[in-house]
């Protein structure tokens, strides 16, 4: 089935200890973004890549890190969360080919509490 | 990049057809509309995409007029499971690649 899963699903921290919240795809996509969203916010796109070792900041990058050494994960790395980066947090791919729709797959969400 | 706007929220009753209205004025030549549902807890779903004139699936039609600085989603015989925040977006480039912008979303409710 094709899929974009994250890990974990649900994480409650504290400040300051460096945390990773895993993506993978297995649909050889070439496009991996991860998004927070917020209430009243929408979803903001935090990194994206376009390919492996190749990314970029989005909106709202301040705080966190991002890797691409595999094409099929893209972490999402808390080197020191704070509160402000309790959130609902998505990662997604597309496929980039000729002729590819400009459709991204969703994972199922990461649910970070900071305290 | 073309920002959007759309309505915060819409209300409807089961069977009616429902239209949502997205303005992008600032849409550039080579940017596509697409559109996504998202329920609560859950990931975006991609529903539809554009870049001119009408587009229709089996899940919904996306018209697009001749100035493309707007579009409309239509969902026909909406029901209960329809209820769901639907985002509007101009997908654009930029130098890098490819960065996309959700807006806020029209949060949709659907009454018996």
């Known amino acids: 089935e094709a899929q974009v899963t994250q890990n974990p699903r649900y994480l409650i921290t504290v400040t300051g200890k460096k945390l990773t919240v895993t993506c993978s795809q297995n649909?050889?996509?070439?496009?991996m973004s991860w998004y927070r969203q917020d209430p009243g916010l929408g979803l903001r796109q935090i990194y994206y890549?376009?390919?492996?070792?190749?990314?970029d900041k989005g909106d709202v990058p301040e705080g966190y890190k991002v890797s691409r050494k595999e094409k099929r994960n893209f972490p999402l790395i808390l080197e020191s969360p704070s509160p402000n980066q309790t959130s609902l947090y998505f990662c997604?791919?597309?496929?980039?080919?000729?002729?590819?729709?400009?459709?991204?797959?969703f994972g199922p969400g990461t649910r970070l509490t900071v305290l | 990049l073309a920002k959007t706007t759309q309505p915060i929220s819409m209300d409807s009753y089961e069977g009616q057809e429902v239209n949502i209205t997205c303005s992008h004025n600032?849409?550039?030549?080579?940017?596509?509309i697409t559109w996504y549902q998202q329920f609560p807890s859950q990931g975006p779903r991609f529903i539809i995409q554009?870049?001119?004139t009408k587009v229709t699936n089996e899940v919904a039609s996306l018209f697009i007029p001749a100035d493309r600085k707007s579009s409309t989603l239509s969902l026909p015989r909406v029901s209960l499971s329809d209820t769901a925040v639907y985002y509007c977006?101009?997908?654009?480039?930029?130098?890098?690649?490819?960065?996309?912008?959700f807006g806020g979303g029209t949060r949709l409710m659907v009454k018996p």
């Open positions: 997604a791919s597309r496929g980039m080919g000729q002729g590819a729709r400009n459709e991204q797959f």
């Open positions: 649909m050889n996509h070439e496009y």
């Open positions: 890549s376009m390919n492996v070792e190749v990314t």
């Open positions: 600032n849409i550039a030549t080579n940017d596509y």
């Open positions: 554009g870049y001119k």
């Open positions: 977006l101009v997908v654009g480039f930029n130098n890098a690649g490819n960065m996309l912008t």
